[in-house]
């Protein structure tokens, strides 16, 4: 019998965009399984509340479109002795806009943090985790399917996978292993944020024609997606790399 409470034990990891939502939810299920967990986000003020939902972590302010604060932040964590062995490459942003009405400046913006930053975050974690390490992507279900007004973000997450399956085969002979999560439409800040841009713009809640999707007939918890997280940074996917994890729901075969 396998006690989940130990599944993570002696491992530390880092987690991107770790301050709510998933990052958040990921954290917590990690320092649940024995980890010691490293929350990284932009957002100061959110990081603090976060900390103190997460037990064993610690907390550092991360902007992950640049390379030199990734790999400050690497440097520091190896002198404090914080250096990760699992890495989950997570934070990423949102914008919804038709592909032809699309500014050049927001496409970029969201292949900035998306794409670009998951590189650089991943590229720095390649150098400095141990040989046997993880190292998991998040993407979406949109990053294995277009959708209509998510040409920024499904460009994004259709990258971040393909980077995904590259770092995996150049990785194994460290046999570390290279993994993403491909989340469908999970209840986290960034719907509640789509909700309420929505809302001033006298539009309908977007959750409505959600549901009608989903056979489950409902939105998924973040910490209900956390456990495929934790099966991909744990022993019990010791042969599993190159993969990604579709958590919808149901919504492809719905």
Not at 57 to 82: A, C, I, M
Not at 102 to 129: D, R
Not at 163 to 168: R, T, W
Request: hydrophobic share 40%; glycine share 10%; aromatic share 6%.
């Amino acid at each position: 019998m396998i006690e989940s409470k130990s599944l993570l034990k002696e491992n530390t990891a880092l987690v991107t965009g770790g301050a709510r939502g998933i990052g958040l939810a990921v954290g917590k299920a990690f320092a649940e399984c024995g980890a010691k967990v490293i929350l990284t986000d932009i957002d100061k003020k959110q990081l603090v509340t976060a900390s103190k939902e997460v037990s064993n972590s610690v907390t550092f302010e991360l902007d992950v479109t640049s390379e030199k604060q990734t790999e400050n932040l690497f440097k520091v964590l190896s002198k404090k002795g914080f250096a990760p062995d699992i890495v989950v490459v997570n934070a990423g942003i949102l914008h919804l806009s038709e592909a032809t009405k699309m500014s050049k400046k927001k496409f970029e913006q969201v292949n900035s943090v998306n794409l670009t930053g998951s590189f650089l975050t991943a590229k720095v974690a390649a150098a400095n985790i141990r040989d046997g390490g993880r190292i998991i992507f998040t993407s979406s279900l949109f990053g294995v399917r277009g959708g209509a007004q998510n040409a920024a973000y499904s460009a994004s997450k259709f990258g971040v996978i393909g980077l995904m399956q590259s770092m995996a085969a150049e990785l194994a002979h460290k046999g570390i292993r290279v993994n993403a999560v491909a989340p469908g439409q999970i209840q986290t800040d960034m719907i509640d944020d789509l909700v309420e841009k929505r809302k001033k713009m006298g539009l309908p809640d977007p959750r409505d024609a959600l549901l009608t999707r989903i056979p489950y007939g409902r939105l998924g918890d973040p910490m209900e997606l956390a456990g495929t997280y934790v099966f991909l940074a744990s022993d019990l996917s010791r042969y599993v790399t190159g993969q990604t994890i579709i958590v919808d729901g149901g919504w492809q075969v719905g």
